[in-house]
């Protein structure tokens, strides 16, 4: 199950083209891939944010934006 869902990934990036002007887009879409697999794994185990939370943390990840934790 866990080979289709990353194939499946890496087939819509591929064909959405999305990283078509880069250099290693073959090396860069496994790497993505990889890393939504991994972040979907952990919110299922832990379930702390809501879907729509997860979904804005991983467009903030895929969009280059990291938020450091407030101090306190």
């Known amino acids: ?3 289709a869902i990353i ?3 890496c087939f819509i990036l591929e064909n959405e ?3 078509k002007d880069y250099e290693n ?3 860069m879409i496994p790497y993505i891939t ?3 697999i991994g972040i979907v794994n952990k919110w299922l185990n832990t379930k702390k944010e ?3 939370e997860m979904t804005e943390i ?3 990840f895929f969009n ?3 938020h450091k934790k407030e101090k306190g």
């Open 34 to 36: 990889y890393g939504l």
């Open 25 to 27: 887009e073959d090396i």
């Open 64 to 66: 280059g934006q990291f």
């Open 58 to 60: 991983t467009l903030d």
């Open 7 to 9: 194939e499946h990934f």
């Open 50 to 52: 809501s879907p729509e």
């Open 17 to 19: 083209q999305i990283f």
């Open 1 to 3: 199950m866990r080979r």
